[in-house]
């Protein structure tokens, strides 16, 4: 699978040279029950790179690294979330049926190792509020007071920043007994063995942000 993503990675290094000025940054916004209070506009995002977590804020990324550690001494894994941001996005990409540009964005990331679930702007929380509460009303300039869309409205984006989120489970592979089943229909108890990440998360951020650029450069040529 890391042979698999790598390409990817790849992919999107020549799609992101393609969509510019365009940018795309992802962080781990999560790690199990560890997570980042502040919106992304609070955060610099260039600090990303600056820890093994890959997240922009460094008293939650110490915290979430400490669970990391805690967990692999345990022989277990743990999930998460990864936050992508995507920038300077023109006017009027995607299509307002088939060929959302969201729709795309889903599938993209859906089909990522360990991907189980896509959340775009206000996401889930949006169905805690009134629509008078999460429409985007706009400025003269064409901007909008908020931006609970996500940058997409009616599958087609509207300029705004793109922002959604990634959840990522556990790792399969424990390093601790656990039961299966064999083929014979026998229950059995196995152990993981060798070199396994007790999170992913970290090694998700450039896949990501991967996929988005390859989703995005599908829309612009």
Do not use: W
């Amino acid at each position: 699978s890391a042979r698999e993503t790598a390409a990817r990675v790849v992919a999107g290094a020549i799609a992101k040279q393609i969509i510019q000025p365009i940018q795309i940054q992802a962080y781990v916004s999560a790690v199990g029950n560890v997570a980042v209070t502040k919106n992304y506009t609070e955060l610099d995002l260039s600090l990303t790179e600056s820890n093994v977590v890959r997240c922009p804020d460094a008293a939650t990324a110490e915290r979430m690294e400490q669970l990391i550690l805690e967990t692999k001494k345990k022989g277990d894994t743990v999930g998460g979330i990864v936050t992508c941001v995507i920038k300077n996005v023109p006017v009027g990409l995607g299509d307002p049926v088939f060929d959302k540009i969201e729709a795309q964005l889903a599938k993209a990331m859906l089909s990522i190792n360990a991907c189980k679930g896509f959340s775009l702007g206000s996401g889930f929380e949006g169905t805690k509020m009134f629509g008078s509460q999460h429409n985007d009303y706009y400025h003269t300039d064409g901007t909008t007071k908020t931006n609970n869309s996500g940058g997409i409205q009616g599958g087609i984006t509207n300029g705004m920043d793109i922002y959604f989120e990634v959840a990522f489970k556990p790792v399969a592979t424990l390093l601790q007994p656990q039961e299966m089943l064999t083929a014979d229909g026998q229950i059995e108890v196995i152990q993981g063995k060798g070199r396994h990440d007790a999170c992913v998360l970290p090694r998700a951020v450039p896949i990501v942000e991967a996929m988005a650029a390859l989703v995005l450069a599908d829309f612009m040529v």
